[in-house]
Nanobody
Framework: VQLQASGGGLVQAGGSLRLSCAYSGRTDRKYDKGWFRQAPGKEREWITAISTAGELYYKASVEGRFTISEDSAKNTVYLQMNSLKPEDTAIYYC??????????????WGQGTQVTVSS
């Protein structure tokens, strides 16, 4: 499966952005779908995921502000980000994990989209 993230940009603190992750290829398979981010000088971190059963998971620092969703008809996963803070500035990546995987690591990655939040 191939992933293409988009929707990043520059926004003021308190503003909103919606990221999209369009996927193609083996869309017939089931995947856990997640978003990660990497801030300058920091390691990449997981922030949210939607399981094959539709369960939603969030990192504590984004819960209540970010929402992950999926439109399977459009083969797209979204990340709605509200009440953005300067510390949300990072490159955001979407990633999929094979449903049968026993590893925590994700198997497929998009190219990343830059989100910059100004104070």
């Amino acid at each position: 499966v191939q992933l293409q993230a988009s929707g990043g940009g520059l926004v003021q603190a308190g503003g909103s952005l919606r990221l999209s992750c369009a996927y193609s290829g083996r869309t017939d398979r089931k995947y856990d779908k997640g978003w990660f981010r990497q801030a300058p000088g920091k390691e990449r971190e997981w922030i949210t995921a939607i399981s094959t059963a539709g369960e939603l998971y969030y990192k504590a620092s984004v819960e209540g502000r970010f929402t992950i969703s999926e439109d399977s008809a459009k083969n797209t996963v979204y990340l709605q980000m509200n009440s953005l803070k300067p510390e949300d500035t990072a490159i955001y990546y979407c990633a999929f994990r094979n449903s049968w995987s026993v590893r925590d690591a994700y198997d497929y990655w998009g190219q990343g989209t830059q989100v910059t939040v100004s104070s």
